[in-house]
């Protein structure tokens, strides 16, 4: 049996998670939509829309979906209307109301298995996992100094290079403690520098792990660039060529001499761990380690706090969450 199991691609921003997004996106059976932005927030909302078991508060989920201008649900260029009406129609848990959503953009492209692309869903794996308890997670690793020097060029990026740096440590971070809990076959990492030299290994070994067959499609992306990511995203231009290794190491002429002592200072281990060699640059500023230090702390708590008023919210949910669509999803829902 062919696998219906959600995919979702995770990365530090600038990690090269839009290609992969378009490489799963060229498979015949995979669909990627442009990022979107109601899972998380649909997460933490999920008590605006109260029960829904009751059909009337399925279809304001819905229409929350479709209509606030923060959910990027026109990305997707769906039938709003028909979607309301699929999510009042469908099982009464957010898991899946948001599924539904993913799932109707993969038949529109005839596609029978949806993926979702986001790189902050690095913090939030836990989260999707009460939403899709059946989900794989695709982790792509990138030298840290390439995500630094990509990320202090970007329009959307207002942090600074210590914020940047803290950034990668944590996708770094997560990724240890998911490689950790997660089963087998729910989570997979690799790594950029090894997806551009050798894609159609790299993407064979990744439809292993999915349970597909690879599709040499796959290795020319750019053939659903103008599909799959918005005109305005001009930042993604590099996904509309051929898959190239020239920005491997382009760190070393973007970034100023004390950004790489920052990088290898705060991040040396992690690096190394990964397979990245380091320059032997000089130590980095106390001070400037410091602001990393408190990049990082700020971050931590606020995470943290997040979290905490999560798992308290838990305990007062008006009404199931996981996803009741997939194979596995309605074999577990068997067992209770």
């Not at 990627?32 to 009751?54: A, Q």
């Not at 996708?171 to 998911?178: K, S, T």
């Not at 070994?205 to 660039?225: I, N, T």
Request: proline residues 6%; contains cysteine; glycine residues 6%.
């Amino acid at each position: 049996m062919q696998s219906d199991r959600p995919i979702f691609v995770i990365g530090c921003p600038r990690s090269g998670t839009t290609m992969l997004q378009l490489m799963l996106h060229s498979h015949p059976r995979i669909a990627v939509p442009p990022e979107t932005r109601f899972l998380v927030p649909g997460y933490y909302r999920r008590f605006v829309f109260g029960d829904l078991r009751e059909q009337g508060n399925r279809r304001r989920l819905g229409r929350w979906i479709v209509s606030d201008k923060d959910t990027k649900f026109k990305e997707l260029k769906l039938d709003g209307e028909a979607l309301i009406e699929n999510i009042a129609a469908g099982p009464p848990t957010l898991g899946s109301a948001m599924g539904i959503a993913f799932r109707s953009y993969a038949e529109q492209h005839s596609k029978s298995r949806w993926g979702d692309k986001r790189p902050s869903y690095f913090h939030h794996v836990d989260l999707l996992m009460r939403l899709f308890p059946d989900a794989q997670f695709v982790h792509l690793i990138r030298d840290g100094r390439d995500c630094v020097a990509s990320l202090k060029e970007m329009p959307w990026y207002t942090k600074d290079v210590f914020h940047a740096v803290t950034n990668w440590a944590e996708a770094i971070d997560y990724g240890r403690r998911h490689a950790k809990n997660l089963p087998a076959d729910s989570y997979y990492e690799l790594r950029y520098e090894d997806l551009t030299a050798y894609p159609e290994t790299e993407l064979g070994k990744l439809c292993d792990f999915l349970g597909e067959d690879y599709d040499p499609a796959m290795s020319e992306p750019y053939h659903v660039g103008r599909v799959a990511i918005p005109e305005h995203k001009v930042w993604h231009s590099n996904t509309h060529g051929d898959v190239t290794t020239a920005r491997s190491g382009s760190w070393k002429t973007r970034l100023e001499p004390w950004e790489v002592a920052v990088c290898e200072t705060v991040l040396a281990d992690r690096l190394t761990a990964n397979g990245y060699e380091l320059t032997g640059a000089p130590k980095a500023s106390k001070e400037h380690v410091e602001a990393c230090e408190k990049a990082a702390s700020k971050r931590r708590w606020a995470r943290r706090r997040k979290e905490f008023r999560d798992r308290l919210n838990r305990f007062r949910e008006p009404s199931p969450v996981a996803a009741q669509l997939t194979t596995r999803q309605l074999g577990e829902l068997a067992k209770v």
